[in-house]
């Protein structure tokens, strides 16, 4: 069974910084493109970040040059450096992975992490 356990988030003041992590563990064949979304309260959930198996990355423009997302293949692990945090980044984050099994190829998604932006 593939399984996404994410860890990170948290209370931070503006300006500050906070690191996501998102862990894969199960049988898995391959991981193919991973991300980051997130759902502020009342709005829809929106992809922040991606990155494909090869490295290449992809950003919401509201987060270019304050967040870097990056992945460990080794460790099947993807992380989200945040930095420069504003009140609007205040959600709830979601990773997702595209992953391949023996069996089938699908998209499965953590249980979220709360990120809280406040002075």
């Known amino acids: 069974q593939v399984q996404l356990v994410e860890s990170g988030g948290g209370l931070v003041q503006p300006g500050g910084s906070l690191r996501l992590s998102c862990a894969v563990s199960?049988?898995?064949?391959?991981?193919?493109?991973m991300a980051w979304y997130r759902q502020a309260p009342g709005k829809q959930r929106e992809l922040v970040a991606d990155?494909?198996?090869?490295?290449?990355?992809n950003y919401i423009d509201s987060v270019k040059g304050r967040f870097t997302i990056s992945r460990d293949n080794a460790k099947k692990t993807v992380y989200l450096q945040m930095n420069n945090l504003k009140p609007e980044d205040t959600a709830v984050y979601y990773c997702?992975?595209?992953?391949?099994?023996?069996?089938?190829?699908?998209?499965?998604w953590g249980q979220g992490t709360q990120v809280t932006v406040s002075s």
């Open positions: 199960g049988s898995i064949f391959s991981i193919n493109a």
């Open positions: 990155i494909l198996s090869g490295g290449s990355t």
């Open positions: 997702n992975a595209d992953i391949t099994t023996i069996f089938a190829r699908n998209h499965y």
